[in-house]
């Protein structure tokens, strides 16, 4: 199969950026460039299909840094293949997904179910995070060197913290040697415990019980602080505070070796969506302030957080119709990701590029892979309409969640063809 991509603008940081066309053979980049011949390339034939992009931006495949796929054992909620449906439908080609699953993603056998389900499914790469404590339970290492020869990426506990600090320190020592990344689900149970929504006055006024601050806060400074001792790269998740963004420029400056993500709905939403009990506005860490929107924001502008991920989690809408302190945490982001970035580039808080770094260079520098739009590497493609116009409908999402706060709203840009491998995954054109 050779197909052409024609006349769109390439967006590939530190790479390009500007007109041109993209030759692929099979499932690499053989040309990039303006009128890419075949016959230079030594092909006698003409394209099998040639993609018009005018107008239209082409960017290397976004990648989403945390995913909840629920499979095994949740397939209720979503399963590798409607999450992986979902992503191609939101411009992803690489997803890392979280081990709290039922059973948790703490061994090799999980790891390669995970990976056998998701070739089979065909639309994504799924790259597995194993759990950094046996069954998430915060006592003893999973076996790193048996998840990472499995094809494990990092490791996590995501949707619960690490709160005994030697563990957090031996995680981070012991995934160093593996050459595994450590993802860090920042809270302090002590401090959040049994609360549903942002400490403040519109939780006092709701009558909930409140998550303060300082929870995740705290938490990212003891986790920079071991990240400094051990010298293990460490990626703080789905931060939300201005106290942590705070934190982690420090760090960086300091030359500490963390880097950071936080996902749409902190730079997009505050506490004031969750007014008349919204139980699709309840997360964990919960949203926050405006002024804690204005610093992730900043923080996005200024390069201190790296990466824009999803935090995609999909519930059954009977974990989510009950009383606001008794539902379910999480929202799903696979679908709507893209165009809410993309109102950070209308907004002038980031150019086009910086988007793009964040949502597709920068993760995978983080995870150690090559993205980037060059001859000979795989082509993982997004091609993007920055202009279309669109209504949010979660009951057309790809994904089995419905439990979105954005639903009805109108979005600019999304989408229209993900390509992985030199395979077509999902085309709207």
Known sequence: ??????????????????????????????????????????????????????????????????????????????????????????????????????????????????????????????????????????????????????????????????????????????????????????????????????????????GLAGIPNAAESIMVLRDIALCELTGAPLHIAHVSTKESVEAIRRAKQRGIPVTAETAPHYFTLTEEAVKNYNTHAKMNPPLRTEKDVAAIQEALADGTLDVIATDHAPHAETEKNLEFDQASNGIVGLETSLALGLNLVGQNILTLPALIEKMSINPAKILGIQNHLVPGAYADITLIDPEVIFEVDADQFKSKGRNTPFNGWQLKGRALLTMVGGRVVFEDL
């Open 1 to 206: 199969m050779l197909t052409l991509i024609r006349g769109g603008r390439i967006v590939d940081p530190g790479n390009m950026d500007g007109v041109g066309d993209i030759l692929i053979e099979e499932d690499r980049i053989i040309q990039i460039g303006s009128n890419p011949d075949p016959g230079s390339a030594g092909l006698s034939r003409k394209p099998d299909r040639v993609i018009d992009a005018a107008g239209k931006i082409v960017s290397p495949g976004l990648i989403d840094m945390h995913v909840h796929l629920r499979e095994p054992g949740q397939e209720y909620k979503e399963t590798i293949e409607t999450g992986c449906r979902a992503a191609a439908s939101g411009g992803f080609t690489t997803i890392c997904c979280m081990p709290n699953t039922h059973p948790v993603n703490d061994n090799a056998q999980i790891v390669e179910y995970i990976i056998s389900r998701a070739k089979k499914a065909g639309l994504a790469r799924v790259l597995p995070v194993g759990a950094i404590s046996m069954g998430l339970a915060g006592n003893q290492l999973s076996e790193y060197s048996e998840m990472k020869n499995a094809g494990a990426v990092a490791v996590s506990d995501d949707g619960r913290p690490v709160s005994d600090s030697l563990l957090m320190r031996r995680a981070l020592e012991y995934a160093k040697g593996f050459g595994l990344l450590v993802i860090s689900h920042c809270e302090d149970l002590s401090l959040s415990a049994n609360g549903s929504m942002n400490e403040g006055v519109t939780s006092t006024r709701m």
